[in-house]
T-cell receptor, first 113, second 116 residues
Framework: DTEVTQTPKHLVMGMTNKKSLKCEQH?????MYWYKQKAKKPPELMFV???????INESVPSRFSPECPNSSLLNLHLHALQPEDSALYLC????????????FGPGTRLTVL | AQSVSQHNHHVILSEAASLELGCNYS??????LFWYVQYPGQHLQLLLK??????LVKGIKGFEAEFIKSKFSFNLRKPSVQWSDTAEYFC??????????????FGTGTQLKVEL
């Protein structure tokens, strides 16, 4: 299984809502990533987890809260978002041996009203 | 901090024309290099990658890229494009840093439009 899955595919939320994005991989990868991608722009790194521990936080606002409950799962908890947070949120994973290819999921298209 | 430059932001070609998209990076040490493609409304897909060995790498859908270390470049080529190649193309570089904090840095992307 060489897939990274993400749910939901689409999410619409109000600025006072609390929601979560979920990412799952079964490739035995021990590094997992959250990226944010605006239209016609490259992905921007948000968080990196390595062996289930947060290793990089790219100064992301606290209204985004990542969680890695186990080696296969990565969540992104959302609270009190702003309309400018509307974007495609991508999850990726990578093995920690060999080359540095990251495998990307299909993303969650988030709209904040 | 490392940076990745893609010189062509928008490229328009006719079908069967040849393609070359430029990519330059700033890091002088060991790198892994990637080209990703994103078709309209779809997710990122890996076209090809280089991490060692033959600097000319072949990828999917007839794409290839050449790593020229002295020029810090990793240009993408395809001899004959098709309408279905219309997409956004991203070059990405993973700089292998001795102190950790490694991350994948993307170029700004090139929007390719292939006309019939």
């Amino acid at each position: 299984d060489t897939e990274v899955t993400q749910t939901p595919k689409h999410l619409v939320m109000g600025m006072t809502n609390k929601k979560s994005l979920k990412c799952e991989q079964h490739m035995g990868h021990r590094a997992m990533y959250w990226y944010k991608q605006k239209a016609k722009k490259p992905p921007e790194l948000m968080f990196v987890y390595s062996y289930e521990k947060l290793s990089i936080n790219e100064s992301v606002p606290s209204r985004f809260s990542p969680e890695c409950p186990n080696s296969s799962l990565l969540n992104l908890h959302l609270h009190a978002l702003q309309p400018e947070d509307s974007a495609l949120y991508l999850c990726a994973s990578r093995g920690l041996a060999g080359d540095y290819e990251q495998f990307f999921g299909p993303g969650t298209r988030l709209t904040v009203l | 901090a490392q940076s990745v430059s893609q010189h062509n932001h928008h490229v328009i070609l006719s079908e069967a024309a040849s393609l070359e998209l430029g990519c330059n990076y700033s890091y002088g040490g060991t790198v892994n290099l990637f080209w990703y493609v994103q078709y309209p409304g779809q997710h990122l897909q890996l076209l090809l990658k280089y991490f060692s060995g033959d600097p000319l790498v072949k990828g999917i859908k007839g794409f290839e890229a050449e790593f020229i270390k002295s020029k810090f470049s990793f240009n993408l080529r395809k001899p004959s494009v098709q309408w279905s190649d219309t997409a956004e193309y991203f070059c990405a570089v993973y700089a292998i840093l001795t102190g950790g904090g490694n991350k994948l840095t993307f170029g700004t992307g090139t929007q390719l439009k292939v006309e019939l």
